[in-house]
């Protein structure tokens, strides 16, 4: 079983929906847990991080964590064309006395205008 | 407050070659993490180095290694190049490596083995 996995996709959602990506992971040590969007031919960018279990809203973007389910999914409200990007999620692992980033393979995203 | 930087962007090399990417993180930032990114693996940890320490280690062949200097920037050099480690080499930075602490990439540098 992959430490982090995500739905390849692609998931196609139409403008002005709401798009759901989620994520599951295996360690239950897992304790913080982040969301990254990259465009094609560019560098991952934060998006938006959850420590906590429940819902953290930053704009139009909603991260939701269960950590019983060991589950973490990205809500994006109103979605736009310029949202089409792989979305990778990322979870920070206790190893070895310090911590160790583990990303999903990444989850396309398609917003069709 | 600028970012991850890396040098160079873009690389061409033939097999057997060795090459040096380079990763100035951003300032105050101690910890650099380096990772392969390839369409069919995703993102892939290399290392990742703390006060000019390797901290963290992933499943990479010896030919992979990777240094840090005092002011906190990173090289990592692969010797002995194949065709297989053409990908995009990905670096990026955080204050450290606690739990809550955030990493922020650079551009990276793309790397095209001939």
């Known amino acids: 079983q992959k430490e982090v996995e995500q739905n390849s996709g692609p998931l196609s959602v139409p403008e002005g929906a709401i798009a759901s990506l989620n994520c599951t992971y295996s360690?239950?040590?897992?304790?913080?847990f982040f969301w990254y969007r990259q465009y094609s031919g560019k560098s991952p960018e934060l998006i938006m991080f959850?420590?906590?279990?429940g819902d953290k809203e930053d704009g139009r973007f909603t991260a939701q964590l269960n950590k019983a389910s060991q589950y973490v999914s990205l809500l994006i409200r109103d979605s736009q064309p310029s949202d089409s990007a792989t979305y990778l999620c990322?979870?920070?692992?206790?190893?070895?006395?310090?911590?160790?980033?583990?990303f999903g393979t990444g989850t396309r995203l398609k917003v069709l205008a | 407050k600028a970012g991850v930087t890396q040098t160079p962007r873009y690389l061409i090399k033939t097999r057997g070659q060795q090459v040096t990417l380079s990763c100035s993180p951003i300032s105050g930032h101690r910890s650099v993490s380096w990772y392969q990114q390839t369409p069919g693996q995703g993102l892939q940890f290399l290392f990742e180095?703390?006060?000019?320490?390797?901290?963290n280690k992933g499943n990479f062949p010896g030919r992979f290694s990777g240094r840090q200097f005092s002011n906190s920037r990173s090289e990592m050099n692969v010797s002995t190049l194949e065709l297989g480690d053409s990908a995009l080499y990905l670096c990026?930075?955080?204050?450290?490596?606690?739990?809550?602490?955030?990493?922020?990439f650079g551009p990276g540098t793309r790397l095209t083995v001939l």
């Open positions: 180095y703390f006060s000019e320490t390797q901290r």
């Open positions: 990026a930075s955080s204050l450290d490596s606690h739990d809550t602490d955030t990493q922020y």
């Open positions: 360690d239950r040590g897992s304790q913080s």
């Open positions: 959850i420590y906590s279990n």
């Open positions: 990322a979870v920070n692992l206790p190893t070895s006395g310090t911590y160790k980033y583990i």
